[in-house]
């Protein structure tokens, strides 16, 4: 007889194990500290809130010192 190894239980065993790394990595959160909106979310140690500045022209400006009279 052929080795029967049942392949299918070691993969469901295996994305099981993924599915709760995954969701224990994406803690951390990256947000623009110039608008507030949440640019990406990232694998961190712990629940974190990471502040950044994100892609729009405005907040780039402002990051840069550039500050708009309000
Ligand atoms: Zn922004």
Redesign the pocket.
Known sequence: MTSFNNPHAEVSLHSDIHDQVEQQCELGILI?K??G?VIDTLPTNGVKKIYG??S?T??RNINRGEKQTQ
């Open positions: 623009c110039i608008c909106q500045v994100c729009g405005d907040c």
